[in-house]
Nanobody
């Protein structure tokens, strides 16, 4: 089973950018669709973005559409989340997760079994 480790979080001012990475172990990474999720203090975890196993399909939450870009490099077993024009409301712990298909990742967060430990993003106003 694939294991995931996120990195790239930190403190950034509103309007700034960060790029998160999610490194996967295991030779089956390229067979998984991947997603990014986030959980703000006192709130439930929510979907942010997803990408198919090939990278040919992507899907975004309305709140990040046009500002965030998900991508993957199967040769490096890594999925990325480029975050631009950050807002204070983007402050959260960001998690990556793996699923069988982009539909599964996008619609069945509660059933995803493979998660990273999370990386904290703090956006100051």
């Amino acid at each position: 089973q694939v294991q995931l480790v996120e990195s790239g979080g930190g403190l950034v001012q509103a309007g700034g950018s960060l790029r998160l990475s999610c490194a996967a172990s295991g030779r089956t990474f390229s067979s998984y669709a991947m997603g990014w999720f986030r959980q703000a203090p006192g709130k439930e975890r929510e979907f942010v973005a997803a990408i198919s196993w090939s990278g040919g399909s992507t899907y975004y939450a309305d709140s990040v559409k046009g500002r965030f870009t998900i991508s993957r490099d199967n040769a490096k077993n890594t999925v990325y989340l480029q975050m631009n024009s950050l807002k204070p409301e983007d402050t959260a712990v960001y998690y990556c997760a793996a699923g069988d298909t982009i539909v599964v990742v996008t619609t069945t967060m509660g059933y995803l079994e493979v998660w990273g430990q999370g990386t904290l993003v703090t956006v100051s106003s």
